[in-house]
């Protein structure tokens, strides 16, 4: 089996606050199909719990969790 | 050796839900139902924000829209709602619409709800119309309320798209019964 390393889909949610960044991947992931990864910028310093407990709760795992400066990069494979 | 179960007479509600597709090994989706009951601007905010978190999280969510809080449903350019004058003037009074959601507090004719929603605006935080939209996207379930339907005067004409179709107290309670969570806002 081969697995994808190349971005699906990337959803920018720089300046967006909470809810917006997990919303908004939730709605990109439903045009996805499994083991696709999908690429997320944001600012908002509460994502980096958020999207590790949602990623628990949803079973998308968290391939990637990285800060450059201010933004967030969160880097999600589609279960 | 292979037991054979029985599956026990349940209400067709309950039974709806086992015919879904669940895979080996999966949990079965957690349920939550927020019965929406103000129209204040806060509380709207709280409702659907809770509810497109949840639905992303995967979680089956409803909402139940009653008193106050069905008119989040009505349709924006429906300016005046009911058939009597008691329920026009009601309308008058508190405009139907989720833009129109006034603050509990510190309304301020207006002004109270504007500087929040600015605020919101430069702070990147969704509005409550946004939200439902999203939620509404992610599959949560738009229920109102027959009774605040009735009483107010409102007809299902005048409330959004995707809007299921109104119910009683004992659905709504049917409903959070059978849910991991219910919230009353």
């Known amino acids: 089996m081969t697995v994808t390393t190349a971005v699906a889909k990337t959803v920018d949610a720089r300046g967006l606050s909470c809810p917006l960044p997990i919303v908004k991947t939730a709605l990109a992931m439903r045009e996805l199909a499994s083991g696709d990864l999908v690429e997320v910028l944001a600012t908002d310093p509460g994502s980096t719990k958020d999207f590790a407990a949602w990623s628990k709760t949803t079973g998308h795992t968290l391939v990637e969790s990285s800060v450059d400066g201010k933004v967030f990069r969160y880097l999600l494979r589609k279960k | ?185």
């Open chain 2, 1 to 185: 050796m292979t037991a054979t179960l029985t599956r026990p007479a349940l209400p067709t509600a309950l039974v709806e839900g086992l015919d879904d597709p669940v895979t080996e090994g999966e949990v079965k989706a957690k349920e939550l139902v927020i019965v929406a009951e103000s129209g204040d601007l806060e509380r709207t905010w709280a409702t659907t924000i809770l509810a497109s978190t949840a639905a992303a999280g995967e979680m089956k969510v409803s909402i139940f829209f009653t008193f106050w809080g069905l008119f989040a449903l009505v349709r924006p350019e429906v300016r005046i709602t009911g058939t009597n004058w008691m329920q026009k003037m009601l309308a008058m009074m508190n405009r139907p619409g989720i833009d129109h959601a006034k603050l509990s507090k510190l309304n301020f004719v207006g002004m109270g709800p504007w500087m929040m929603k600015k605020l919101a605006k430069q702070y990147g935080v969704a509005e409550p119309r946004e939200l439902l939209e999203m939620a509404q996207a992610l599959g949560v379930r738009l229920i109102p309320c027959q009774m605040s339907m009735d009483m107010m005067g409102i007809t299902p004409d005048q409330l959004i798209d995707g809007v299921e179709p109104a119910v009683g107290a004992a659905a709504a309670i049917e409903l959070m019964t059978n849910a991991d969570a219910s919230l009353f806002i």
